[in-house]
């Protein structure tokens, strides 16, 4: 059974930071580009960002250039979201989707997960 599940959500304080990890079981992400989405109460889902399989970083959201990065841990099957500066406008549900390309839209990605919630709030 092909899974991504996506945990580390919660709730922080604005200029709080957090770790999103997105653990895959029946594939290997290795072999696979996998992307962060977001989706705002009352707002379409929109791409955040990106790690292919060379290991490039593409963003889609230039808001968050230079607070999120990106990372692989192969060992662990488990991709990372590093989230600082957070902002009270990074409120979303974050969810992980692989799929063999870093594609430039939400449509056509091969697996996702169900998402974990971040509210950032005081």
């Known amino acids: 059974q092909v899974q991504l599940v996506e945990s580390g959500g919660g709730l922080v304080q604005p200029g709080g930071s957090l770790r999103l990890s997105c653990a895959a079981s029946g594939f290997t992400l290795e072999n696979y580009g996998i992307g962060w989405f977001r989706q705002a109460p009352g707002k379409e889902r929109e791409g955040v960002l990106c790690i292919s399989r060379s290991d490039l970083s593409i963003y889609y959201v230039e808001s968050v250039s230079g607070r999120f990065t990106i990372s692989r841990d192969n060992a662990k099957n488990t991709v990372y979201l590093q989230m600082n500066n957070l902002k009270p406008e990074d409120t979303a549900v974050y969810s992980c989707?692989?799929?063999?390309?870093?594609?430039?839209?939400?449509?056509?990605?091969?697996?996702w997960g169900q998402g974990t919630p971040v509210t950032v709030s005081s």
């Open positions: 989707a692989a799929d063999a390309l870093c594609r430039p839209h939400t449509r056509g990605w091969d697996y």
